[in-house]
């Protein structure tokens, strides 16, 4: 089974946007390697528009002259990725992030190439062109590059094929497939599945975007995708992270071992240095923000892609991506479920619990909303049910106040925008 816990690892899009290049990657795939894949960080993912040499920071090129090879298949700008060059593909570059011991993946718009299209090129394997398989009403709504295919004729799904096969000849093992979900594309979901299991290939699948994604989908996501999205493009900004709150409630009684809701990326680090949105920047969300949205990730065991470029994010941003918790509880817990929500004067108060899969030890975060400090406590009944023996307790971040049993309830001062995290342990 692919991605038995919820995937780990790095994307391009927060910092390069559709800009990123071959050697930005591989500085990424170092640092992973050296700092992050000892706690479980191992996928490397190129984003979007990786096949346009004339990409830019700030939006999409309508008409881009796309590098496609002879059967409307993207390729990469060699001018980006010099590996690529005379069909070579992301061979070289997917060998490079395998001999460091990681993953390659890579991502892609649904659908086939309006160039492709323009100049009906063949498709592979067949006697149907490009023309012959485009669906020209069925367009992404905000990048210009493909038309929708026509899933009533046999070349749709062998143009799939197609594309397929050639990534994972050049070794990819994971595909990010985007403008899937919003409109939910139940038939290009399995087409793509179809292809990725012709392929022979191990290659996980990532859908995206998630805008108004219903869990009544959830049967046909498990039987064709290994991660999907549950919102639209997460960023450095409070209430992006504050939303998330009732979506991952939503969708963590659903998280099975081969099948993740995804709560979008993490823009830790150094971000905006060529990106759709924003200029060079450092992570705006406060260090107590960060540490929220980690904490409700892993016990919502959300995928964790992280954003910021790691060669120049600064030494306390792969700190907290490689706290042993993260890894502990993101691929170690169950049950991770939300026990309360209760508006208070100034904020809400939130409280997750999960445990163990593999001893007696229990988990809690006790998250704070509000813009000042609080005093929490909440009845271990609360979040261990009636019955429960004595506990001792253990931060799992750091704290100037370390919480505390007392009386029978957790006691905690969580921080503005933050969270008390703990581990509890049966005396």
């Not at 930005?24 to 040499?53: H, K």
């Not at 989908?217 to 209430?239: C, K, T, Y």
């Not at 992570?283 to 960060?290: N, V």
């Amino acid at each position: 089974m692919l991605a038995t816990t919820p995937p780990m690892g790095w994307n391009s899009w927060d910092s390069f946007g559709t800009t990123v290049t071959e050697d930005e990657v591989l500085a990424n795939a170092r640092v992973m390697a050296e700092r992050l894949l000892p706690s479980g960080w191992d996928t490397v993912v190129v984003d979007i528009a990786w096949y346009d040499p004339t990409a830019r920071s700030h939006g999409y090129n309508d008409g881009a002259p796309l590098e496609l090879d002879a059967y409307g298949r993207q390729m990469p700008a060699p001018n980006r990725f010099p590996s690529a060059a005379d069909g070579a593909g992301f061979g070289p570059l997917a060998a490079q992030v395998h001999a460091l011991g990681l993953k390659f993946g890579l991502h892609i718009m649904r659908g086939i190439p309006r160039l492709a299209v323009e100049r009906d090129l063949p498709i592979l394997g067949t006697a149907y062109t490009a023309k012959d398989v485009a669906d020209l009403d069925h367009v992404c709504a905000w990048n210009p590059d493909n038309y929708g295919l026509d899933h009533d004729h046999p070349g749709a799904q062998a143009y799939y094929d197609a594309q397929v096969a050639q990534f994972a000849a050049w070794g990819v093992d994971f595909i990010k497939a985007d403008d899937m979900q919003a409109p939910y594309y139940e038939r290009e979901i399995a087409a793509y599945a179809t292809a990725i299991e012709r392929s022979g290939r191990d290659i996980a699948l990532s859908l995206s975007p998630g805008t108004h994604l219903s869990t009544e989908h959830v049967p046909h996501l498990r039987e064709h995708a290994q991660m999907w999205r549950i919102s639209d493009d997460l960023w450095d900004r409070w209430e992006d992270v504050h939303a998330q709150f009732a979506r991952l409630a939503r969708w963590a009684p659903f998280q099975q071992p081969g099948g993740w809701a995804d709560a979008d990326m993490l823009p830790f680090g150094r971000i905006g240095i060529r990106a759709e949105r924003g200029e060079p920047r450092d992570c705006r969300l406060t260090l107590d923000e960060q540490r929220t949205l980690m904490t409700l990730w892993c016990m919502g065991r959300s995928p964790l892609m992280v954003g910021g470029d790691l060669p120049t994010s600064t030494p306390e941003t792969l700190d907290l991506l490689a706290a042993p918790a993260v890894t502990e509880v993101l691929q170690g817990s169950v049950d991770g479920r939300e026990l309360l929500r209760e508006p208070l004067d100034g904020g809400e108060l939130i409280v997750w619990a999960a445990r163990s899969a593999s001893s007696d030890r229990a988990y809690a975060a006790v998250f704070w909303t509000g813009e000042q400090p609080f005093d929490a406590r909440v009845a271990l009944s609360s979040i261990l049910g009636v019955g429960h023996g004595e506990v001792s307790v253990t931060d799992l971040w750091p704290a100037s106040s370390p919480a505390v049993v007392d009386a029978g309830s957790l006691a905690a001062t969580v921080p503005a925008h933050g969270v008390a995290w703990v581990a509890l342990d049966p005396r």
